[in-house]
């Protein structure tokens, strides 16, 4: 090959198992719809969804739009919704978006996230050194080979061929660049494989180191900051000419969240509400103080309530306040055989929330199947890791320091899902789709997240990250992308007005 | 604008079927929002509002396809499609992905086709819908061909030559590929191929081709984009009738020339005032596909003649009542006619 070779490193073998999701989904035959209610094939294989016995409608009303901007030009002033600053949503329901252009409300004066450029250390630019292409290529391509054989042995009980396995996988390991891409991840896999047959027990984790690793998994990419002003950005929507409003956050932590919303319900046009915040599980000390610090200096009235874990049931909300519940990356913790996940979503439709935020990494790591679960989180996290890497970590590169930590953070996940099973297994991973069904089951409705919210977060993105991130929208969901593979996704609900919420019974007891 | 303008859309609501109509009107309103007078462009609502999909490496009627880097420095990302292989030659169905890096996916010759989507230089990426869609069918239309659709960089943010040198990239990294090449002379049977400003970058990226000693099989140029500073008949005639409108067209000339630039530049004109000869150079064969509804047609139709002049073999598709976009959907004659002349054109020596 000759020397310079485009790269072509094995990195690109986490790009060719794309998590299978088409939701455009190309029609086998071009087949006319037969029935009035069904979607127009050819549209829906480009991505719009049109019901057939609409179309006439549809075209009609794009007739009249088309011809509104005609006359506006003329007449030298431009529509409503042409300007800027106008939210559009779910631009798939094509009818729906038409008729929100037509009935020209003007455009709200939408709040939105102010955040601080807290910036990341410029990312210096990733380069791969050159490297012989063809063997460690070969080499890179038959490790995860082996390693996939190894799983299916495992699913098939076969610990015997899958201890060789291993031990020929290890001898293939210095073959390869084990400093970043696929080198990187396999040695994660491979150890936890190992750890599975060998019966380890998992390492013992205490809330202390917990909390550093999020935090620096927190520094060094930007998945979690897309969570929090995604969540954010809804959030203060929903609380739009509410006074009193109350945020239920499932999983504290470091309330690293929270600053930034405290910031802009305290510019919001009109004055702050009143704000009072519920956080659940570990949290660090004195979270709550700082909190209301920030509140206080920004003259936002503020109260701090902590509940433990899991308690859920213990919150009250009083009557009159607009709620919030905010759920970033815990609702699949709930999701093993036994786990609460129905009773979960059952309470938190009883709190009547003005909105539920839910932010779940987006791939299916809760297949039943071990070599199904296995093979799409190989992919998962080589992507992962490979943006940890862009993002300034990584590699081998110890000069920049807090990678190490951040790929500890995904470590666990990786061996939670590899070695773990039953309720012990709870990093069960499912994809948007998945849950967009479960919330509807259990009296969700999907309030969609606009352009305006997309607009902010491909704003914040480029202030925070590196060249390869970038926003997508689905099906009124957002998604956090790189190099186009979806990471994570943020999502809004709120409870469905027909869907009965069933009396509480008696204090249940939540654990998780 | 011409004008007797509520006629002008009707008549294009006669020409198509309804859901084209649908499509291409919303295209059309859409992209409208997206262009600002002070020729800067709305990026974040244009990603939000574009459909687009997942690469899918699970088999999906016959084609797998992933996303790729080619080149780092610049991130250029690429779409790769290919036929999904023969189950029975995969030991564990997982490894479907995998495999179609490494084989080639067929022991006979097999066309390889660099796709360059439309958009006027500044809409659509290799994720959007109606081109992956598009790409899909071209796999399975040309009897199993690989095909990389190319995510060039767009203007206004990046103005000629990038979507160039970004096609030119493509075509080096597809050159140094082994699993590219088939048949007993293990030849590299590359085609360009593009709609709108794809088939004005495919043009381009050709003459540096040929310039370089890369040997490209033929170009597929769908509706092509190419202007000029003159205003032509079709131009006049045309203007603001079926979903595009001249002042539209030179927004985009304006975004993508270098500043200062007029529509005589090569890149617009390559064969105006300040063309490139092509004489004597093995400029390869080329499909030109024209609609009678396209306002830009008088400059496609020089640009044949100028192929010609030059001596090189150029088939016109010149197609009677088609409008721009037609071949997003099937459903219309002017879709399977082309596509049936493409299929011939890519395997005619294969």
């Known amino acids: ?512 | 604008m011409a004008g007797g303008n509520e006629v002008n859309v009707n008549e294009s609501r006669m020409v198509v079927p309804l859901n084209t109509f649908v499509l291409i009107s919303n295209f059309k309103i859409a992209y409208n929002m997206l262009r600002r007078p002070d020729g800067s462009f709305d990026r974040h609502l244009a990603e939000f509002l574009d459909r687009k999909v997942q690469a899918n490496a699970s088999p999906v009627n016959g084609v797998v396809s992933f996303d790729h880097i080619l080149d780092r420095q610049t991130n250029l990302l690429a779409r790769i499609y290919c036929p999904a292989p023969d189950p029975a030659d995969v030991e564990l169905p997982q490894l479907v992905a995998i495999y179609e890096l490494q084989k080639a996916p067929s022991p006979n010759p097999f066309p390889v086709i660099i796709f360059f989507h439309g958009g006027s230089f500044a809409h659509s990426t290799s994720s959007s819908a109606i081109y992956d869609t598009l790409c899909r069918r071209l796999v399975t239309l040309c009897g199993g061909a690989v095909v990389i659709s190319i995510d060039y960089r767009r203007s206004p943010e990046y103005r000629f030559p990038c979507a160039y040198d970004d096609g030119w990239t493509a075509l080096k990294w597809a050159s140094c590929q082994p699993w590219l090449r088939s048949g007993k002379d293990a030849k590299l049977r590359v085609f360009l191929a593009g709609d709108s400003s794809g088939g004005n970058i495919a043009h381009h990226v050709a003459v540096r081709a040929v310039h370089s000693g890369i040997n490209i099989s033929g170009n597929i140029l769908l509706n092509p984009l190419f202007g000029g500073n003159k205003r032509t008949e079709s131009e006049l005639k045309l203007d603001g009738k079926y979903f595009v409108a001249l002042q539209d067209r030179d927004w985009y000339w304006r975004a993508f020339l270098p500043e200062g630039a007029d529509r005589d530049h090569p890149a617009c004109n390559p064969f105006g005032p300040n063309g490139v000869e092509l004489e004597g150079l093995p400029f390869p064969k080329t499909l030109l596909v024209v609609a009678s509804l396209d306002l830009t047609q008088d400059w496609q139709l020089a640009y044949a003649e100028g192929l010609k002049k030059a001596g090189h073999e150029v088939q016109l598709l010149y197609r009677e009542q088609a409008t721009i976009g037609f071949y997003f959907l099937p459903n219309t004659e002017h879709y399977h006619e082309v596509m049936k002349e493409i299929k011939s054109f890519v395997r005619s020596d294969l």
Request: glycine share 8%.
């Open chain 1, 1 to 512: 090959m000759p020397k310079d070779a485009i790269d072509t490193n094995p990195l690109v073998l986490r790009n060719t198992f794309a998590m299978g999701r088409h939701p455009y989904h190309p029609q086998p035959t071009d087949e006319d719809s037969s029935s009035a209610s069904e979607t127009d094939t050819l549209l829906a294989g480009v991505g719009y969804t049109v019901r057939s016995s609409d179309l006439l409608n549809v075209a009609d009303r794009l007739e009249k739009l088309d011809s509104t901007i005609i006359a506006a030009a003329a007449a030298g002033v431009p529509p409503e919704f042409l300007c800027s600053s106008a939210v559009h949503y779910n631009p798939s329901d094509l009818a729906s978006w038409i008729d929100s252009l037509l009935t020209e409300v003007p455009p709200q004066s939408s709040p939105s996230m102010w955040m601080d450029a807290v910036c990341l250390p410029p990312p210096s630019s990733f380069s791969i050194d050159a490297h012989r292409l063809g063997e460690e290529e070969d080499a890179g391509i038959r490790l995860v080979h082996l390693l996939m054989t190894c799983a299916d042995s495992i699913q098939h009980d076969d610990h015997v061929l899958a201890r060789s396995l291993i031990d020929e996988m290890r001898l293939l390991l210095p073959l390869i660049g084990v400093g970043y891409g696929i080198g990187k991840v396999s040695i994660f896999f491979l150890d936890a494989l190992d750890r599975r047959i060998s019966f380890l027990p998992q390492p013992t984790k205490s809330v202390l180191e917990d909390e550093i690793l999020y935090s620096h998994f927190y520094e060094a990419c930007p998945n979690i900051k897309f969570a929090h002003f995604t969540a954010n950005q809804a959030i203060l929507e929903a609380f739009n000419g509410c006074d009193r409003v109350h945020v239920i956050d499932l999983s504290l932590m470091h309330g690293l969240q929270w600053p930034a919303l405290i910031q802009a319900l305290a510019l919001r046009p009109g004055g702050p509400p009143a704000l009072r915040l519920t956080g659940i599980g570990p949290q660090t000390p004195k979270v709550g103080l700082r909190l209301a610090e920030l509140a206080r200096s920004v003259g936002v009235p503020f109260s701090f309530h902590a509940v433990a874990a899991g308690r859920l049931d213990s919150v009250r909300v009083k009557p009159g306040e607009a709620v919030a519940i905010n759920s970033v990356l815990q609702l699949h913790l709930l999701l093993s055989e036994t786990g609460p996940i129905d009773s979960v979503l059952t309470l938190i439709r009883e709190l009547r929330p003005k909105i539920l935020t839910v932010v779940e990494q987006e791939a299916d790591h809760n297949k039943p199947a071990f070599l199904d679960r296995f093979t799409e989180a190989l992919f998962y996290y080589s992507t992962l890791f490979d943006s940890l890497a862009a993002s300034g970590g990584g590699g081998g590169r110890v000069d920049v320091g807090c990678s190490a930590p951040a790929e500890v953070y995904l470590q666990r996940e990786i061996c939670n899902i590899v070695c773990c099973e039953g309720s012990e297994r709870v990093e069960r991973h499912e994809p948007m789709g998945r849950w967009r069904v479960r919330l509807g089951r259990a009296g969700f409705e999907p309030m969609h997240l606009g352009s305006n919210a997309f607009r902010q977060a491909s704003m914040l993105l480029k202030l925070f990250s590196s060249e390869g991130y970038g926003v997508e929208e689905v099906e009124g969901c957002l998604s956090l992308s790189w190099h186009g593979r979806l990471l994570i996704t943020a999502s809004a609900w709120r409870a469905r007005a027909d869907s009965a919420v069933a009396p509480p019974a008696c204090h249940r007891y939540i654990v998780w």
